[in-house]
């Protein structure tokens, strides 16, 4: 539940923060139609998801660590790539097991707003490949039998396993300061094939997140812009 209420609360504060951006930036009005060609810096931008500490606060069953990149290749297409480790972990009366392993997410994002000045803000969707390997222990594990001999317990190590999946992003940046970026993400994933032994419930795909049929997951990242070039944006204002 609290959980629930952590990823409410990112969604509601990423549409607020996109509106109020867009409120400030549609002040600009012109009496007649233009056309205006303004030049925005080619960038590469990296940082790190912050969010998985105060994710850990509310659910103790995920620890991960994830490095977040981009690509400008204009102002509105963005070539993207993540790569993590991460650990999950589940304990019932049952089965007590842990996966881990890292991942790597490649893909795109499109910016769907836009802006009358240049700026390095962006709302936008996008979409990831994500690889994922995985390694499990089987800490314990019990089975109950009422005939014959009413339980038994073990511990096991499964072969290593890949999961491929894919996943749907809806995010925004912000440029707090000169080339410092905030940004925030909803994603939604779908795995599409698995190695995974699927004798057990909610197994843990690292990046992902606890596997059901569609998983929602979000993020807070930090990034550090690196602008190395110039692209040309074409704004056309209508007449008002």
Request: glycine share 8%; proline share 4%; no cysteine.
């Amino acid at each position: 539940m609290k959980l629930r209420l952590l990823f409410i609360f990112t969604l509601s504060s990423l549409l607020f923060i996109s509106s109020a951006a867009v409120a400030q930036d549609s002040t600009r009005v012109k009496s007649k139609k233009d056309t205006v060609t303004y030049k925005l810096p080619k960038a590469f931008t990296l940082g790190v998801d912050i969010s998985y500490p105060i994710r850990y606060a509310f659910d103790k069953d995920i620890k991960a660590f994830e490095v977040v990149g981009d690509l400008r290749l204009n102002n509105n297409w963005y070539i993207a790539a993540e790569a993590g480790y991460g650990h999950g972990t589940q304990v019932n009366d049952f089965l007590d097991y842990s996966i881990k392993g890292p991942y790597l997410k490649l893909g795109f994002n499109y910016n769907i707003i836009k802006f009358s000045k240049p700026t390095n803000n962006s709302f936008y969707v996008g979409m990831r490949g994500v690889y994922s390997m995985l390694s499990t222990d089987v800490n314990n594990y019990k089975i109950r039998d009422d005939y014959w001999t009413g339980s038994s317990t073990g511990s096991f190590s499964p072969p290593n396993s890949t999961v491929v999946s894919l996943d749907l992003v809806v995010g925004m940046k912000v440029e707090m300061v000169k080339n410092f970026i905030m940004g925030w993400t909803i994603r939604g994933a779908f795995p599409l094939s698995s190695s995974m032994d699927e004798s057990f419930d909610d197994l843990y795909i690292p990046g992902v997140g606890f596997k059901k049929d569609f998983i929602f997951n979000f993020n807070y990242t930090l990034s550090y812009m690196l602008p190395f070039g110039k692209v040309k944006n074409v704004v056309v204002e209508k007449k008002k």
